[in-house]
């Protein structure tokens, strides 16, 4: 468990230069701003449903953000209400 919130918190780190958002996210705070957290919790409902890795189920929420022109957490918040569901990759739409 620790070692997954290690990885998120890297993957974030790595992913914030491209999503300003992201850059409220602060080592050593004791919880992430909301829609980190958002982003988080879908990356995970996606980890779960596809068998993917954290990077893959962030590369499908950010494409996927992309190529419908909506914001990064937007997405999150309707896979996590389930109101959207991702294809897996390598499906066709």
């Given at each position: 468990?620790?070692?997954?919130?290690?990885?998120?918190?890297?993957?974030?780190?790595?992913?914030?230069?491209?999503?300003?958002?992201?850059?409220?996210?602060?080592?050593?705070?004791?919880?992430?701003?909301?829609?980190?957290a958002i982003l988080h919790q879908a990356?995970?409902?996606?980890?779960?449903?596809?068998?993917?890795?954290?990077?893959?189920?962030?590369?499908?929420?950010?494409?996927?953000?992309f190529a419908h022109q909506c914001p990064?957490?937007?997405?999150?918040?309707?896979?996590?209400?389930?109101?959207?569901?991702?294809?897996?990759?390598?499906?066709?739409?």
């Open positions: 468990m620790i070692q997954a919130a290690a990885a998120g918190i890297l993957l974030l780190h790595h992913a914030r230069a491209a999503d300003p958002f992201l850059d409220t996210l602060v080592a050593g705070e004791e919880s992430l701003p909301e829609p980190v990356a995970g409902f996606l980890r779960g449903q596809q068998g993917c890795t954290a990077q893959e189920a962030v590369a499908s929420l950010r494409a996927y953000a990064l957490a937007d997405v999150a918040v309707d896979v996590v209400n389930r109101r959207l569901t991702l294809p897996a990759q390598g499906d066709s739409p």
